[in-house]
């Protein structure tokens, strides 16, 4: 019962990863750009307008040189985020998506904590509850 428990909490957990929306700024309006943590109302609005009067951005480097207050630990953020140039993250940063699973099985050994010395393991109780349940 509680390894089912654990394996629905474990799935919700790394489903929750996939939530995220990556955001293209190219492609993106005010609203998805708005959605990006990181991304308020004016620099979604300064994000369009330099889009609109040169043109779609390139890369990182061309967006970090054209929309005031992006330097490369920002442009980490938002990329971490879910903000996309081209369809591409931010060198150096994870994408979100792909992250999130990574992240948890890394964290899934130090969360484990050693046990105390006589103490029994939660599978010896369950085996007895399990032989009896089985006659």
């Known amino acids: ?8 909490v474990a799935t919700l957990v790394a489903s929750m990863g996939f939530a ?18 990181g991304v308020g109302p004016a620099m979604s609005k ?3 307008d ?5 043109g779609p951005f390139k890369d990182w480097a061309d967006f970090q040189k054209r ?8 442009a980490a953020q938002l990329s971490k985020a879910g903000l996309q140039v081209n369809g591409q993250a931010k060198d150096g940063a994870p994408v ?3 992250a999130k699973p990574e992240a948890k099985s890394d964290a899934k050994p130090e969360a ?4 105390k010395a006589g103490a029994k393991p939660a ?9 009896k349940s089985a006659t």
């Open 1 to 8: 019962m509680i390894k089912k428990l654990m394996l629905a």
């Open 20 to 37: 995220f929306a990556q955001v293209d700024v190219n492609k993106a309006d005010a609203a998805a750009l708005d959605s990006v943590k």
């Open 46 to 48: 300064a994000i369009i």
């Open 50 to 54: 330099e889009r609109t009067k040169a």
């Open 67 to 74: 929309v005031k207050g992006v330097a490369d630990k920002r």
């Open 96 to 98: 979100t998506a792909a």
């Open 112 to 115: 484990a904590k050693p046990a």
């Open 123 to 131: 599978d010896a109780k369950a085996k007895p509850e399990a032989a």
